[in-house]
């Protein structure tokens, strides 16, 4: 990476992504992870999720020993058995409805479709959910299984989607386009200004991932990226002009 520019630093404010609530203060995707990103005042979250047990659970491995004190693969498991466990500090694995009633619509969410089958629970999540005040512009549902977006948007086209991808496509962005998307979701190490200007030619936006290095963060306003998941949000914040915004504008 060129060093940063100096004269063009501060040019834009970055929608700041609390990733997996604030993992790099609190045990990721807990309870306790998502009231810390509430209280850095981060106006966007995101947290993975699987359908396990027939219960939307939020979590990232495929298997328990990383950030629990089980063992195993998460989808073999009981949702009763899970609940038992100790996510970190104590904490359990939350439900997808805990962590939306711990958000309470202070936040914007982006719900990672981790696990196989989540876009049918998670369309019926969100029609649920709609009915208690969380409305689109507080919703953008990602995921790397473009499929399984491709079937959220035949369930529910008011759904914003986030098409994840690490790497470069040879057509940049039209893959994001094809799927309908809201945003694309790139990596850090692979995003340039070709991929962000053909994105933008698209209408999309382009959130970048894990963005937590100051350096880092100032490169992506320079590149003229829309918004970035970071473990620290304190660190995107601290330089942005507008404060109260909250969700995918
Ligand atoms: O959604 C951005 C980022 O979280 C994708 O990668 O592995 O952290 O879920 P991962
Ligand atoms: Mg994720």
Same mark, same amino acid.
């Given at each position: 990476?060129?060093?940063?520019?100096n004269r063009?630093?501060?040019?834009?404010?970055?929608?700041?992504?609390?990733?997996?609530?604030?993992?790099?203060?609190?045990?990721?995707?807990?309870?306790?992870?998502?009231?810390?990103?509430?209280?850095?005042?981060?106006?966007c979250?995101?947290?993975?999720?699987?359908?396990?047990?027939?219960?939307?659970v939020?979590?990232h491995?495929?298997r328990l020993?990383r950030?629990?004190?089980?063992?195993g693969?998460?989808?073999d498991?009981?949702?009763?058995?899970?609940?038992?466990?100790?996510?970190?500090?104590?904490?359990?694995?939350?439900t997808?409805?805990e962590a939306f009633e711990?958000?309470?619509?202070?936040?914007?969410?982006?719900?990672?479709?981790?696990?196989?089958?989540?876009?049918?629970?998670?369309? #019926? &999540? /969100?029609a649920?959910m709609?009915?208690?005040?969380? @409305?689109?512009?507080? !919703?953008? +549902?990602s995921?790397?299984?473009?499929?399984?977006?491709?079937?959220?948007?035949?369930l529910d086209p008011?759904i914003?989607?986030?098409?994840?991808?690490?790497?470069?496509?040879?057509?940049?962005a039209?893959?994001?386009q094809s799927?309908?998307?809201?945003?694309v979701?790139?990596?850090? #190490? &692979? /995003?340039?200004?070709r991929f962000?200007?053909?994105? @933008?030619?698209?209408? !999309?936006? +382009?959130?970048?991932f894990?963005?937590?290095?100051?350096?880092?963060?100032?490169?992506m306003?320079?590149?003229?990226?829309?918004?970035?998941?970071?473990n620290?949000?304190?660190?995107?914040?601290?330089?942005?002009?507008?404060?109260?915004?909250?969700?995918?504008?």
């Amino acid at each position: 990476m060129k060093p940063i520019d100096n004269r063009k630093m501060h040019t834009k404010d970055l929608i700041c992504i609390g990733h997996r609530g604030a993992m790099g203060h609190a045990p990721e995707n807990t309870l306790l992870s998502i009231h810390k990103a509430l209280e850095l005042g981060t106006p966007c979250m995101e947290l993975d999720v699987y359908s396990v047990d027939g219960h939307l659970v939020v979590f990232h491995d495929s298997r328990l020993e990383r950030t629990t004190n089980g063992t195993g693969y998460l989808l073999d498991q009981q949702f009763n058995d899970l609940r038992k466990l100790d996510a970190g500090n104590g904490e359990k694995i939350p439900t997808l409805k805990e962590a939306f009633e711990a958000i309470n619509l202070k936040a914007g969410v982006n719900i990672e479709l981790k696990g196989p089958d989540t876009a049918v629970p998670v369309a #019926e &999540f /969100i029609a649920k959910m709609r009915k208690t005040g969380w @409305h689109d512009d507080l !919703l953008l +549902v990602s995921s790397f299984n473009h499929r399984e977006l491709s079937l959220l948007r035949r369930l529910d086209p008011r759904i914003k989607l986030g098409a994840l991808i690490v790497g470069l496509p040879i057509d940049d962005a039209a893959f994001a386009q094809s799927l309908g998307a809201y945003s694309v979701h790139l990596s850090l #190490e &692979f /995003i340039d200004r070709r991929f962000v200007k053909d994105a @933008h030619n698209r209408g !999309l936006r +382009v959130f970048v991932f894990t963005v937590d290095h100051p350096e880092d963060i100032e490169k992506m306003r320079e590149l003229g990226v829309d918004g970035v998941f970071t473990n620290y949000p304190e660190r995107v914040l601290k330089n942005n002009a507008v404060t109260d915004a909250v969700g995918w504008p």
